[in-house]
């Protein structure tokens, strides 16, 4: 064995062969003994080299395909002895619907909504296995369940968080459901509440609850196509406040809402004007209305430029900005009668920038006694200029007339 290399004897007899090749290739026999001898050899036993499977042929890391249509997904080893392939759905419950052509390929035919998800593609002989993966994802169908919900017990309310499912290809929408386990007396039946979820939110606050009541929360995902399942149903209850033996006076009622600034405000000139972009705050507690933008020039007072614009938006255009002025921007966040702190200050000078072919909002940026001043002065001096026209033109005339009367007039002649 010493000349062997990578070849070692165990202390219980077994041979060690680190690295497979042509040399370990043969009929081995094992014989024991002591200090009285042996009892003979082993039966004799053959070692031969195989090759594990290997892939030749691996699937996309996904596919995207309308439902109804045929997917046809690849995939393809080798190995000694050749290796068997199987196709298997990650997370499904019995058989699958799909097919295994003689190239080893799956396929899926028609596709239907079922079939989306991850599927693993295993080759496997005597000697291993192995295994590669793709995303299946399945367009045009309503949406998936959304999962891992959970509830967050607040002082007579809940805060409901999801992970969206798939969407189907279309823009989806989520509503929360609840209801009370306990049925009041006046009360036929349980009724589930619905509540909207605001546009692109993955969480919701249900406030106004009983408290030391139980609840059950689910949530509903919709697209233009129909809804998706509910998900699961989770039971929270959420909390009282506490009892003590002094009647305590009445508590006001005390919801602490966190807004935060919006983030990132950045600044960027464009052939139409200045345009802003920014990041949605971190933190709010409560649905998102909308931002106001405010502006100062020339370190003047804080002015509200926009006050309207929606919840939604990530950015806004600010057109007919003056030149060679100095601008300051920010960015305040509102929901409801709630409003955040400002954002941090983006600063815009127009100096030698040529002035934006966008309609201009100097009547909006001065105020009003100075804009009503450089009106009224503009408009006498245009009535100031018309009468002095006038007068001059009146003036002419009269001059010219005399001028032909003399002319026309016989000269007098005096006689002795």
Known sequence: LSQLPGWSLRPDGSIVIATGNDDALGLYRCTPYNSYGTAGESRPTRVLLKDPPAFTVR????????????????????????????????????????????????????????????WECTATNQVASVTTATSVHVLGTSPHAVTNVSVLPLLLAANISWEPGFDGGYFQRFSVWYTPLVKYPPRAHHDWVSLSVPAGAQHLLVENLQPDTSYQFSVLAQNKLGSGPFSQIVTSVPRGFPVTTVPPEPPAMTVHVFLSPPRALTANETVRGVLLRWDPPARASVALSGYALELRQDKGGWEVLERSIPGTDTQVLVPGLIKDAFYEFRLVAFAGSYISDPSNTVNVSTAGMEVYPSRTQLPELLPQPVLAGVIGGICFLSVAVIFSTMAACIMNRRRAARVRKRRQDPPLVFSP
């Open 59 to 118: 699937p996309k890391e996904e596919y995207f395909q309308e439902v109804g249509r045929e997917l046809v997904i690849p995939c393809a080893a080798h190995g000694d002895p050749p290796p068997t392939i199987t196709w298997v759905k990650v997370g499904s419950v019995g058989k699958s619907s799909a097919q295994v052509d003689g190239n080893s390929s799956l396929i899926l035919h028609p596709l239907i909504k079922e079939q989306h998800g991850v």
